[in-house]
C-alpha cells in the first residue's frame, strides 16, 4: 500500500519562499507528482520527478530523494494567485504503474 | 478543442436513487479514472481503465460502478449502497502505458444528495 503525508496548512507573505515537503511509504514507486489546486476546481499539472535531485520549472521548484522517501515544492517570490491546495502524489509499479495514490493536500495562503 | 467534459456541474439528487457522472475525453487518451474528493481532502480513487472494455477498482469502489465501452467515455454510477456520495467527482485521463505521463483532470461534478 501507499501511505502519503503532506502538512495540512501553511501560510506565507507576498513575495516570500514557501516549502511544501512530502513524505510517503510505498510498496513501490515509480515516481511522484506535484499538482495545484484552486478550492473549486480541477488539479493541474506542475511537475514530476522520477530520479533522485531539483527539477526547477520557472518559480517553482520539485526535489525528490528517494532513498528518504522525500519529496519538497518550493515556491518562490509568493504572488496571491499561488493561494490553492498543492497536492503530492505518488505512481505505483507494474500493473499499478497507471495509478496516483495522492496525500491530502497542503493549503497555502499566500497574506499580502 | 480538446479536453475532458464532465457534466453537469452541480448535480443533486434524493438519497436512494442511482445517479450517473458523465466524462467524456477526446484526448484520445487510452487511460481514464475516476477520483472522490471530500473537503479540505485529497483524492481517493474509485475506478480505472487502462483500455476499452477493461476497468479496475480502486481503493474505494464499493457503492460504485463503470463502463467503458467506448474510448471516449467512462461514466460513473453512483448507487443506492454509497453510504455517503455527497462529494466532489473528478474525471482524469491520461496517455496510458509505462511512460511518465501525468492525468490530466476534467473540471469535477459536485454531486449532492439529500
Known amino acids: 500500500g501507499q501511505n502519503i503525508d503532506q502538512p495540512t496548512e501553511m501560510t506565507a507573505t507576498e513575495g516570500a519562499i514557501v516549502q511544501i515537503n512530502c513524505t510517503y511509504q510505498t510498496s513501490g514507486f515509480n515516481g511522484l507528482f506535484w499538482y495545484q489546486q484552486h478550492a473549486g476546481e480541477a488539479p493541474t499539472f506542475l511537475s514530476y520527478?522520477?530520479?533522485?535531485g531539483l527539477e526547477e520549472k520557472g518559480r517553482f521548484s520539485s526535489f525528490l530523494s528517494r532513498s528518504k522517501g522525500y519529496s519538497y515544492l518550493l515556491l518562490k517570490e509568493l504572488q496571491m494567485k499561488d493561494s490553492a491546495s498543492y497536492l503530492c502524489?505518488?505512481?505505483?509499479?507494474?500493473?499499478?504503474?497507471?495509478?496516483?495514490?495522492f496525500g491530502g493536500g497542503t493549503r497555502v495562503l499566500v497574506k499580502p | 478543442d480538446g479536453g475532458i467534459t464532465q457534466s453537469p456541474k452541480y448535480l443533486f439528487r434524493k438519497e436512494g436513487q442511482n445517479v450517473t457522472l458523465s466524462c467524456e475525453q477526446n484526448l484520445n487518451h487510452d487511460a481514464m479514472y475516476w477520483y472522490r474528493q471530500d473537503p479540505g481532502q485529497g483524492l481517493r480513487l474509485i475506478y480505472y481503465?487502462?483500455?476499452?472494455?477493461?476497468?479496475q477498482k480502486g481503493d474505494i469502489a464499493e457503492g460504485y460502478s463503470v463502463s467503458r465501452e467506448k474510448k471516449e467515455s467512462f461514466p460513473l454510477t453512483v448507487t443506492s449502497a454509497q453510504k455517503n456520495p455527497t462529494a466532489f467527482y473528478l474525471c482524469a485521463t491520461s496517455l496510458g502505458g509505462q511512460g511518465s505521463y501525468e492525468q490530466y483532470f476534467g473540471p469535477g461534478t459536485r454531486l449532492t444528495v439529500t
Open positions: 481503465s487502462q483500455i476499452v472494455n477493461d476497468f
Open positions: 520527478n522520477v530520479l533522485d
Open positions: 502524489a505518488v505512481r505505483g509499479l507494474g500493473a499499478a504503474g497507471n495509478k496516483l495514490t
